[in-house]
């Protein structure tokens, strides 16, 4: 699996990246779903959330899941790409994959990437 | 062996761990003399004597077979039902089953929901259908459903048209009941002889739904197109509650670009029953078909290149998305939905317009006749198709209790639902009515504005 350093990361498989304010789904989360066939982002630019609400719901061939924020700002941009191709989720869970961004996100709970490896290291055991 | 699962040893540790003693403990709280009490019971009867006294009882019933002409619709219609249709429906394969969706053991069922679904969308001219809901009520209500998780809560208010059959309306208010919705257009003061068009000036940016009927509870038939474009224009969605027979005969929901249209399938083969079981019909465009309630059933093909049928969509139901579905409700009436599709496989697309046709022109003569009586006359003058609002000149209720004396059930007395309209009934007239029968119910009709 893969998780860059430059983005922080929740126990709930989602990443932040503090520096542009964007956040999505972890490649650990897109692997565990497998084959993602539907999106549909739950916010709306001008919305504020809150880390830990939801932000996107996803389908895959597997399961239904939602995704939460991972930090806690108003919503200034939102992918509407994403539910067109739903499957980037799969190919570029950190680039194109992004949901939404937020101004000056603040986190909540997130750990650094050495550390979200071993969180997903110790559940696939 | 024993049926109950429980052995005395389980029962004790329950019984201890709730604080009481013995099993009759529980039900000390009702006095002793209560807990057997004597019931008084004639003495048993045989088989045999049974049989009798309800075969009895039953031929007290009045139905429309043979007993009674009716021309009561309101919601449920009298049609002419192809014998097949009950003999499908009674195949065991099809008859006892309870949620059959495994595909490996159930491709008969799963194609009969597929083909519903393909029959249903190409009547309605909308994109996709959902394996069916309870009835056409509860296919209204799922209508707000889906408006409501497609904006997420945001838009909070559904206009209602006041010609929305009002029980339909009254199971949305309480389906939304707790949704802190804003129910419009529909009040007792609303003008029933408003055009479509008038609702218009209620939609707002606030709207995610408006609902209307086709044709309406009054039988009317009015073109939509130019109202739904406005809702739009607003960014809300529009529902058609449509009655399936006529759309074999009129412009389509699809047509109009409505984005959900639903309604009743009782219709469609089905016989009125005592009103009910129903079969409520759930059509939408596809760009909605995530937040539809229910399953919808696609065709694929299996390991071995062979054509099949398996549960495509799910995900909105209890069981895969709980709490975040659009609906709670996970039923279908997947016999009554075979009903329908083998009825509608039967008929065909020249039998179905024929029973419109049939239907439209029968109505067309009962109206004309029925209006010539001296003190009647037609409540509105927009287009029908086979139910109208008459006015009787004198109380609903006690000119169906003369037409009854005669073996006539009446129309729906409108005065219950539409105060206004006291002295008016909803005359439906099918194909099952006979030109004789049309003219009897003239005829005793013009003896009671004679007495």
Sequence with gaps: MNAPTK???TKSDEWFDPSSGAMGLSDYAQSQLSDIVFVEILVDVGDTVEAGSPIASVESVKASAETYASATGK???VNKALSEKPETLNSDPYGAGWMVKVEQGATGDVMDSAAYEKFCADRTH | MTYIPISLKERDAMLTTIGVKTLDDLFKDVPVKHRFPKLNLPPALT???VAAELADIAASNESVHGDLISFLGAGAYHHYIPSVVDHILRRGEFYTAYTPYQPEISQGTLQGIFEYQSLMTTLTGMEVSNASHYDGATAAAEAVNLAWAQFRGKRKKVVISPTVHPQYRAV???YTQGMELELAGDDGNADLDSSPEELKSMVDENTMLVIVQYPDFFGRIHDYTKMIEAAHSKGALVCIVANPTALALLKTPGEMDADICVGDGQPLGLPMWYGGPSLGFF??????VHKMAGRLVGETVDGRGQRAYVLTLT????HIKRERATSNICSNEGLLALGAAVYMSVLGKTGMRQVAELCYHKAHYAAEQLSKIKGMGLCFTEPFFHEFALCVDKPAEEVNAHLLEHGIIGGYALGTDYPALKNHLLIAVTE???KEEIDSLVD????????
């Design chain 1, 7 to 9: 983005l922080k990361y």
């Design chain 2, 432 to 434: 099952m009515n006979t």
């Design chain 2, 315 to 318: 995900a909105r139901e209890q």
């Design chain 1, 75 to 77: 919503v200034v941009a």
């Design chain 2, 172 to 174: 949305i208010r309480t």
């Design chain 2, 47 to 49: 088989e045999m004597e």
């Design chain 2, 283 to 288: 059509t939408t465009k596809k760009t909605y």
């Design chain 2, 444 to 451: 005793v009709l013009s003896e009671v504005n004679h007495d």
